[in-house]
């Protein structure tokens, strides 16, 4: 039976807080300081669907912060779905300025201990209290933002103190919150999948057929570990052709796309390779993902191109796409993309989970900062060599560590992961889930509203 906590804003009149002034209800205003205090305000209606909302709005200084708090019981060792509508005006970025957080609390008050076992220790032995959960922008309806996630609570807590915040929204901003709730639920089902690298040299063969079809056994040996997601070279069709660029491009879809689609197919799973794009006087260095029904899924055009690519005529794409699948996102860079910190940040904004990475070669230090700074799967497929001491072909975790790597040419490696387990980390809690209400803002983003 599910137990629902309603956070119900449920009040009688207008009426402006003061620090330390709670509400009937038990909600209370709160800011860090008096000099920085925005307005609190409540309205019986005009909230979402109609129903009450809590207000915190702006003068015309900048700088004002602020939160509306209450504590609500909860049973801990179990899993909770968090959930809260949001409206802003002239919000200088939403993202950061209009949050939510969920403090767990023993029965004294005081913050609990993480007994989540994903916690990645790096002191052996120690018991890591629990930080603040940070919930997630979900879906926009008539102007409301839904923010919401689901937890599992820690086993000593009694309360979660849920905050709804206002952050330097900036002069003459406003955010509206209502129709809060803390629902018991069902744990998370598994997202478990099974992501693949093949490390390989096509040097047979001087046509992009003969050269794709050289990866067709390893593709099949992915699918015999019952891999969801394969991973292959950069530029596989022109590697040792001996040819241009332009002389080894093809349309999308095209050739590679029917090739790849029907191994995808056959094998039930996902492919990603590395090939070249010729559309109409321009040519792209792509990547492609197939599903397993035959088809295009979709395309990436390498945004950061180096010289020699530059030198052969080559065009840069100015997209980050992220595509579902049937396991989750999936992003793909290229190879010089990963040299530079804003491709993978820009896919994981766009909600990735995965990122394939066809690289030629590039600092493997590189591939862990990725996955770290962004909290996604890296999966990379390189040409190098491994007595080289550079790029490797492997999956990179969440903590940046290689999961697995294929070390020997022609051999797959596969790493099992979950994408609905978050990772935790000592003094951070779910890093992931801070990215988007820490990270520095850019000029782009002021004064945009929601």
Known sequence: MRLVLLLTLCFTTIHSSHAGETDANGWEAKSPRNEIRPTFTFEESGGWDGKAKLAIAADDRDGLMGHWEKTFPVEGGKHYQFSVWRQTVNLNIPRRAAMARIIWLREDGKRVIRDDPSFASYRPGERPRAEPEFPANGKTENGWTEVASAY????????????????????SSKIVWSEASLVSTDPPEPRVVRL??????????????EKREQFAPLIADAARQKADLVVLPETLTYYGTGKTYAECAESVPGPSTEFFGKLAKKHDLYIVAGILEKEKHLIYNVTILVGPDGELVGKYRKVTLPRGEI????????????FDTRFGKVGMMICYDGFF???????????????????WGCNPMLG???ACENHTYVISSTYTDTSSDWMISAVYGHDGKPLAQASQWGTVAIAEVDLSHPLYWQSLGDFKSQIQRHRPSLPHELNLGE
């Open 196 to 209: 693949a690298t093949v490390h390989y040299r096509p040097q047979a063969g001087k046509t992009p057929q």
């Open 311 to 322: 030198e052969g005529g080559v065009m840069p794409g100015n997209e980050y796409p992220v």
């Open 152 to 171: 599992y609570v820690p086993k000593e807590a009694t309360s979660a103190r849920v905050e709804l915040h206002y952050r330097w929204g900036g002069p």
């Open 341 to 359: 910190p804003e491709v993978a940040r820009e896919l994981s904004n766009n909600g990735a989970e995965v990122i394939a990475w066809p690289v």
């Open 368 to 370: 862990s900062a990725r």
